[in-house]
């Protein structure tokens, strides 16, 4: 798996988690963690750092959360609007 793919993995258990009405819980999400750590080659899959991003914790690279303000200054991450925007 190529790392586009375990960001385009975490962004939709994201966005599942997100909307429906039984998430996946944080076992399930970990032992995903380790099937993507086992397909990766060496050193490319950084599994807390993947754990972090699905969480809100860090961006798709670890950096800082971006904030995406969509309709209305809502942010699409926290639904908060502008500065009580918390990323979460």
């Known amino acids: 798996m190529t790392k586009k793919n375990f960001v385009a993995l975490a962004d939709r258990i994201k966005m599942f988690?997100?909307?429906?009405?039984?998430?996946?819980?944080?076992?399930?999400?970990?032992?995903?963690?380790?099937?993507?750590?086992?397909?990766?080659?060496?050193?490319?899959?950084?599994?807390?750092?993947?754990?972090?991003?699905?969480?809100?914790?860090?961006?798709?690279?670890?950096?800082?959360?971006?904030h995406n303000k969509v309709l209305h200054g809502r942010c699409k991450i926290c639904g908060h609007f502008g500065d009580d925007c918390t990323g979460k």
């Open 17 to 66: 988690n997100r909307f429906e009405t039984e998430p996946f819980t944080q076992k399930q999400i970990e032992e995903l963690a380790s099937f993507c750590a086992s397909q990766s080659s060496g050193e490319g899959f950084k599994k807390e750092r993947w754990l972090q991003y699905i969480a809100g914790q860090c961006g798709k690279n670890g950096g800082k959360v971006e």
